[in-house]
């Protein structure tokens, strides 16, 4: 009986899972239909049921547990799967779930610690805080040092797995799908987000991260992150100093202790710019309850369980696309994003180049926007989602940490602006890539070396163009760019039109068929229905983002 315990428990949490799973392709089949929108599909409507949608899944994730909670989290990392409204509903992702039994953490400490429990002489009952992997607890040590135990749940690991391998499951039902499968690993961006959730349910990795950002700024007294308890840490177990601290997004608190909140705001934004440029290792997950401000101004970051690592490769290559930035020059950046993998190299980039233009303009002309990131993260969503784009997830962490620094300095100071703090930051990123300040310098040199190049050569290659031109052996092709623009509208709007006709056309079938003898042959018309008006829905995506795109280019 105690053997059929566990394998009935795992049967329902499959069962309880593929359930969920079942739903959500439900309604999303039921979201294809034009039919099902009382009215009319328009985009609004479109719109809001996707908000809708996209609240429905964080729903789940959260009733699913601890799992499906960091889940949602990395595929938040993913605009290039998910629509950008699902992508802003999951980044707010944040679980709270009830406290595990006092009795229960004593239980864990002294299976984990075992004899060094005699070093704890006093521990709360209430937690701190409590979360879906672990609760924390405040404590005193025999030498007088207070800390906090971070405390894993128990039987977490196995729940984990169990529910990992049900993910496998369902990621290759979704890559045998012949719609869903398209353009998506699903297989493996399954496989990395088990190599992800379980690395995080390993403490002394965590505690590893916090030593290396207490290293980083162990010589800045603005920036606190608490010490590492080495000998009370284990795999389940981590144990930190405590380091209390006013939330930094209660203004009026800090306001009280006679703090400036415009001070603290750029604070928080230098610091994280000082990861990138200086560091390359930053916190992923900086939302306003994992920040803090200490009495004395200092910033307090806690939990690290999400960390990113820029490669240096990466951030010389980040430099190039500064430059690039700083000049405008649009299509350079292109170029860089091309060959930092960002962008595939066989598509058009036309669309990029234009929506690049847009973003430089709007980022780079005062006065600057106070919510720049969140409209530049939402134009670069939209044109990412269904593309031959592959958004670096580490990049999505830096824009997304940028903008909550970005929100929460407009909570403090409504002056606060990221563009004008990030200045300074600017020329190291440009230089990077080279031995010193004068690498841009030698840049444009060698830029206009090859200019001059290009110019002594032109007369030679005109005359070589004429003569080539008088044999008949010059074979001109002219691309016209809008034109090309304009025939692929035309055809999608053509293919649409014709899918248009054949959706009626299933639903008037449809409808005789339930009106007639045998009612149950609706079905036929009906499962025919689903991947035409898949493929429309798409059609229509693709046209509102082609004239979008178009719209932001010519303004």
């Known amino acids: 009986m105690r053997r059929l315990r566990p394998a009935l428990a795992s049967a329902l949490r499959s069962l309880r899972i593929w359930s969920a799973v079942l739903q959500l392709l439900l309604v999303l089949w039921w979201d294809a239909q034009a039919w099902s929108y009382p009215g009319g599909i328009t985009q609004e409507r479109q ?12 729903d789940q994730l959260l009733a699913l547990g601890s799992a499906f909670i960091k889940l949602g989290q990395l595929l938040s990392a993913r605009p290039d799967v998910l629509p950008a409204s699902w992508v802003a509903e999951l980044s707010s992702l944040q679980d709270s779930v009830p406290a595990f039994s006092f009795d229960t953490a004593q239980s864990l400490l002294e299976q984990e610690l075992g004899e060094r429990c005699a070093e704890i002489i006093d521990i709360e009952e209430q937690p701190l805080g409590a979360a879906s992997l672990a609760q924390v607890h405040r404590a005193s040590l025999r030498s007088g040092r207070q800390v906090v135990f971070k405390i894993q749940r128990p039987g977490l690991e196995r729940l984990f797995r169990l529910d990992l391998e049900v993910m496998q499951q369902v990621a290759a039902v979704l890559q045998r799908h012949p719609q869903w499968g398209v353009g998506r690993d699903w297989v493996s961006i399954a496989q990395e987000c ?78 994280y710019l000082q990861q990138l440029v200086r560091f390359g290792f930053f916190h992923a997950d900086p939302h306003p309850g994992n920040l803090a401000v200490a009495r004395d101004g200092a910033l307090i970051y806690y939990d690290f369980g999400m960390v990113g690592t820029l490669s240096q490769r990466l951030r010389s290559r980040l430099g190039r696309m500064v430059t690039a930035a700083a000049a405008r020059d649009a299509s350079s950046l292109v170029r860089e994003l091309q060959a930092a993998g960002v962008i595939a190299t066989d598509i058009d980039p036309g669309p990029v180049r234009r929506l690049v233009r847009v973003m430089l303009a709007e980022a780079l002309t005062p006065p600057f926007s106070p919510n720049i990131l969140d409209k530049l993260s939402g134009d670069l969503y939209d044109l990412v989602y269904g593309q031959s784009f592959r958004l670096p997830p580490e990049l999505i962490f830096v ?58 050569g032109l007369p030679q290659r005109l005359e070589d163009s004429l003569s080539r031109i008088e044999q008949g052996d010059l074979q001109v092709q002219i691309r016209a760019g809008e034109t090309d623009r304009l025939l692929r509208r035309l055809a999608l709007s053509q293919q649409s039109a014709g899918q248009s006709v054949l959706l009626g056309a299933l639903t008037i079938a449809a409808a005789l068929l339930a009106a007639s003898a045998k009612p149950a042959l609706t079905v036929i018309p009906v499962v025919a229905g689903v991947p035409v008006g898949l493929s429309w829905l798409k059609l229509q995506a693709r046209l509102k983002r082609d004239a979008r795109i178009d719209k932001l280019g010519h303004s």
């Open 399 to 456: 824009m997304r940490a940028l903008s909550t620094f970005e929100g929460v300095g407009r909570s403090l100071d409504p002056s606060f602006s990221l563009v004008v703090i990030a200045r300074p930051y600017l020329l190291p990123l440009m230089t990077a890539s080279g031995n010193g300040p004068n690498d841009l310098f030698n840049q444009l040199g060698r830029q206009a070396v090859e200019v001059g190049s290009r110019a002594l």
């Open 47 to 58: 719109e809001r049921r996707q908000r809708r949608r996209a609240r429905w899944l964080t």
């Open 194 to 271: 088990r190599r992800v959730l379980l690395r995080e349910l390993d403490f002394r990795l965590e505690a590893e991260h916090a030593a290396r950002f207490r290293q980083q700024f162990l010589d800045d007294p603005g920036i606190r992150i608490p010490a590492v308890v080495w000998e009370l840490t284990t795999r389940r177990v981590l144990c930190l100093d405590y380091v209390p601290g006013i939330k930094i997004n209660d203004r009026q608190a800090l306001i009280e202790a006679g703090i400036d909140p415009s001070a603290v705001a750029e604070k928080g934004a230098a610091s």
